[in-house]
């Protein structure tokens, strides 16, 4: 039992509390300047052969996982639970106390305290609740003889503020653990007109079944004029035994989500590649084909030739392209595009709108966390804690009233758990109501 009794204490001290956290800011200020999840190699050549056998045996390339933080959270969790089991008792007696049970001696000794003495009943105190309502307090009132205590308290649940934060970093410990054990992150490149149903771990790279197909119907992108990117965004359908589940177009910082599962656009890649749009004007036939650079390709029905023959570039990125086009036996004719345009040709009696653009993948983040919304809770409770912790105040405050041969006796007292100068106005306020109904 006092070997019990001595774990209690220990779980359950402030020393403990302050250690703990200050260890967690520290370790996570480490696991900021080492770059997390690189390959063993990456560390030798940065640090050094021994200093990477280090990080190694301590699992600082993978700190937020190793067993050492995943200890230091545990004891946080632990001193939590048990400083506020041990602590809430005292705290729920304060607040469910029967403060009509104080002593009028009590109310005299209090830091907040004053007396007046009258020679006989005051009419404008003859009704101390109406007094008191005046100063902003609704009182309960007991009466023992000739006695009268009043009693009115403000904000009594602001006590439990601390502990609503212990529960709510619980929560958030919570909502972390269920989102590493069900939930996954990944990635997966989609390049335009495919679709995929597998995402890749971005862990070991191992494939996760998504449950449905995610197509990249296309892909857009703009460029500064010093040639960064500025904007690109992804058309991407969901799709499930060929029913069109879902669309939506993305871009940075603006994903989709579908059953749990949010597709942030993170990066693309370039092809050499192209996608042409080919349009008969008569009929409004409309038929797309993916070309290779410098290969032929044939719409069969329409009699079609084309393909690319030159095109200029930036880097990766393709500005503009030549394309021919024939009909037949008719001469081809070469047209000049500037990517993603498109134009007008007449070939064979005919007229077509043709439009070319390089074809692009489409890189995606892949994230599940059902645990999310657990940390959400978390974070709102952790805001109403503060609030209450911080904000709030305990405030609670006696008049009595006592009548004897002598005249009338009237001791007013409070008191505060915090803030003491904003009580002390309050009280002050509440004596010169009294003050003002005393001398009419």
Same mark, same amino acid.
């Given at each position: ?111 907040? %305290? ?27 009132? $007991?009466? !023992? ?12 649940? %602001? ?8 529960? %709510? ?63 690109? $965004?992804? %058309? ?66 329409? !009699? ?124 002050? !306020? ?11």
């Amino acid at each position: 039992m006092k070997l019990f009794n001595q774990l209690w204490a220990f779980f359950a001290s402030v020393k403990l509390a302050i250690f703990t956290l200050c260890s967690l800011a520290v370790t996570s200020i480490i696991g900021t300047v080492i770059r997390q999840g690189e390959p063993y190699s990456f560390y030798v050549t940065k640090y050094g052969a021994k200093t990477a056998q280090f990080f190694h045996i301590l699992d600082i390339p993978e700190m937020y996982y190793s067993w050492w933080f995943l200890g230091l959270l545990g004891i946080l969790s632990t001193n939590l639970i048990i400083c506020s089991l041990d602590r809430i008792p005292a705290v729920l007696r304060i607040i469910n106390a029967d403060n009509l049970a104080v002593s009028p001696d009590r109310i005299k000794k209090m830091a907040h %305290s004053r007396e007046w003495r009258l020679s006989a009943d005051h009419p404008d105190l003859a009704d101390l609740s109406a007094l008191l309502k005046k100063g902003g307090w609704n009182a309960d009132v $007991r009466t !023992q003889g000739r006695s009268e205590l009043y009693f009115s308290q403000k904000n009594r649940w %602001s006590r439990l503020g601390v502990y609503i934060v212990h529960l %709510s970093i619980l929560v958030i410990f919570i909502g972390a653990i269920i989102g590493h054990f069900l939930g996954f992150k990944g990635s997966v490149m989609i390049p335009e007109l495919r679709s995929t149903a597998i995402a890749y771990s971005a862990k070991d790279s191992s494939p996760i079944a998504l449950g449905f197909e995610v197509r990249n119907d296309s892909f857009g992108i703009e460029f500064y004029e010093n040639g960064m990117p500025k904007v690109y $965004r992804s %058309s991407l359908t969901v799709l499930a035994d060929g029913q069109v589940l879902e669309q939506k177009d993305i871009e940075v910082n603006d994903p989709l989500t579908y059953r749990g599962i949010t597709f942030y656009q993170s990066s693309y890649e370039a092809y050499k590649e192209f996608i042409f749009n080919i349009t008969e004007t008569t009929t409004g036939e409309v038929k797309q084909f993916v070309l290779p650079f410098q290969q032929q390709m044939t719409w069969d029905d329409k !009699q079609l030739q084309f393909g690319i023959i030159n095109a200029e570039a930036i880097g990766q990125r393709v500005v503009r392209s030549k394309v021919w086009f024939k009909t037949g036996d008719t001469p081809a004719t070469v047209h000049w595009l500037d990517d993603n345009a498109s134009t007008s040709i007449s070939s064979g009696g005919k007229e077509y709108v043709l439009k070319v653009k390089q074809m692009y993948a489409t890189g995606l983040q892949v994230a599940k966390d059902p645990g999310v919304w657990v940390v959400y809770l978390g974070c709102g409770l952790m805001l109403l804690g503060l609030y209450m912790a911080f904000f709030l105040t305990h405030k609670r405050i006696w008049l009595y009233k006592h009548v004897d041969a002598d005249g009338t006796t009237l001791n007013l007292g409070g008191s505060s758990n915090k803030n003491k100068p904003a009580f002390a106005k309050l009280f002050n !306020q509440l004596e010169n109501i009294i003050d003002s109904a005393n001398t009419q």
